[in-house]
């Protein structure tokens, strides 16, 4: 009977894994064949684990714990703006001239709070840029709507425009976004817009912003400063509270970093039919007419457009 009891004993031990009770150590043989077994078996498990978390360890070492999106369209392609740590980009804004820095994506807008457009609005427009913006499959400017940017406090609305005879003329164009989602809708935010008259915009504006575009691609990359220059008493338009500045005139900047060229374009808030080279002027006056500095890396006295050309 005694015998009976010590197997189903040992027999129970052995299926739930545990420790060999001390009422079955007399039966030496079925001990020590238990004994070896349970042994084995919990090597097993330690070796098992082992190489569980060795291999673990090893995909850790291995694999990034935080995937990074690429930034544009091209498959194998990633374009980082530096706007908010490229030095170039630093636009100083006169004293007692109201402005909110607004770091978007690709660009870097000076937003002017009380005129509710941009004092000037810069960017960063590469070679890669241009190929992305230009493929297949780019961006389409129908697919995105001028929009609040409901950080700003006093950034206008779409509707304010409407009616006034100017049309919402962006500073960074989008043809120079297409490359990005991102980019392109932040470049439709109305704080990238200031009024302007509609036969400058859609032609000779347009023309300059077309040849800024294949100059990026040409020059591998280049600094792009825009934005209004502002007359004493300004018009000023607005659905309703009539609050948003129309400029008297238009500046355009480029440095070429890797070329050691710059040069700068004024266009009256009117047609200006003619080509480019009556419109050529040099950074220093830019500074002049408005007051902002821009990076003194950039040759300030340059007019040459037979460089650019």
Request: charged fraction near 25%; aromatic fraction near 8%; charge should be positive.
């Amino acid at each position: 009977m005694r015998r009976v009891v010590k197997i189903w004993v040992l027999v129970a031990a052995m299926v739930m894994g545990g420790a060999l009770p001390p009422q079955v150590m007399g039966d030496n043989s079925i001990t020590t064949q238990w004994s070896a077994q349970a042994k084995s078996k919990k090597k097993n498990k330690k070796n098992k684990k082992k190489k569980k978390h060795a291999k673990s360890v090893k995909q850790s070492a291995i694999s990034p714990l935080v995937s990074v999106p690429t930034i544009g369209k091209a498959t194998g392609t990633t374009v980082k703006p530096q706007q908010n740590t490229n030095a170039l980009l630093a636009v100083n804004i006169p004293k007692g001239v109201s402005n909110q820095v607004l770091n978007y994506q690709t660009i870097r807008v000076n937003f002017n709070p009380t005129l509710r457009i941009p004092n000037c609005v810069a960017y960063e427009l590469t070679a890669t840029m241009v190929d992305m913006a230009d493929a297949p499959g780019h961006e389409n400017r129908k697919n995105y709507n001028y929009a609040r940017d409901n950080s700003v406090k006093t950034c206008p609305e779409n509707w304010e425009y409407r009616g006034s005879g100017y049309s919402r003329g962006h500073m960074a164009p989008a043809m120079d976004m297409r490359w990005d989602k991102t980019a392109m809708t932040q470049c439709f935010y109305m704080t990238n817009m200031c009024p302007q008259d509609t036969k400058l915009n859609n032609d000779h504006w347009r023309v300059l912003e077309e040849k800024v575009h294949r100059w990026a691609k040409r020059d591998k990359r280049l600094m792009v400063f825009t934005g209004p220059i502002m007359g004493k008493n300004p018009k000023m338009i607005g659905k309703d509270k009539q609050n948003i500045a129309v400029p008297e005139a238009f500046f355009k900047v480029l440095y070429a970093p890797d070329k050691g060229r710059s040069i700068a374009f004024i266009y009256e808030n009117k047609p200006c039919p003619g080509g480019i080279s009556k419109r050529a002027v040099t950074v220093a006056e830019v500074e002049r007419r408005t007051g902002l500095t821009f990076s003194s890396a950039m040759p300030k006295r340059q007019c040459k457009i037979e460089d650019w050309e």
